[in-house]
C-alpha cells in the first residue's frame, strides 16, 4: 500500500479550496485551516506527529518516528508532499 497521496488515491489538500483529507478536512475548512495544510502537507494528518508550540505562538511539527528510525528528521521539512512513514489519523 501506498502512502503518497499522489498514488493512493488521495485528493492533495492544497490543490485549491475546499480542501480535501480523508475525513479530516472537508468542504467546510475555513481558509486558515487549508493554508496550514498547503504549509504543512501531510504531518497534519500522521498519527505519528507531535504538534510543538512555541512562545512566539508558532507551532512545530515533530516526527516520532525519528526516535527509532535516523532515516525520519525529527522536524521534517515542509511541506512533506510524500511519506513513506505516513499514517492517516483516524
Ligand atoms: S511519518 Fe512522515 S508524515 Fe508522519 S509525521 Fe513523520 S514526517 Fe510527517
Redesign the pocket.
Same mark, same amino acid.
Given at each position: 500500500m501506498s502512502n503518497d497521496y499522489r498514488t493512493a488515491g488521495k485528493t492533495w489538500p492544497g490543490a485549491g479550496l475546499p480542501p480535501i483529507v480523508d475525513g479530516h478536512v472537508g468542504e467546510t475548512a475555513d481558509r486558515a485551516e487549508a493554508a496550514e495544510i498547503r504549509r504543512v +502537507?501531510?504531518?497534519v494528518t500522521?498519527?505519528?506527529?507531535r504538534e510543538v508550540p512555541n512562545s512566539r505562538g508558532s507551532v512545530f511539527?515533530l516526527?516520532?518516528?525519528?526516535k527509532s528510525d535516523p532515516t525520519?528528521?525529527r522536524y521534517?521539512r515542509l511541506p512533506?508532499l510524500s511519506?513513506p +512513514?505516513?499514517?492517516h489519523q483516524r
Amino acid at each position: 500500500m501506498s502512502n503518497d497521496y499522489r498514488t493512493a488515491g488521495k485528493t492533495w489538500p492544497g490543490a485549491g479550496l475546499p480542501p480535501i483529507v480523508d475525513g479530516h478536512v472537508g468542504e467546510t475548512a475555513d481558509r486558515a485551516e487549508a493554508a496550514e495544510i498547503r504549509r504543512v +502537507g501531510l504531518c497534519v494528518t500522521c498519527v505519528n506527529r507531535r504538534e510543538v508550540p512555541n512562545s512566539r505562538g508558532s507551532v512545530f511539527y515533530l516526527c516520532q518516528l525519528s526516535k527509532s528510525d535516523p532515516t525520519f528528521p525529527r522536524y521534517p521539512r515542509l511541506p512533506v508532499l510524500s511519506c513513506p +512513514g505516513y499514517r492517516h489519523q483516524r
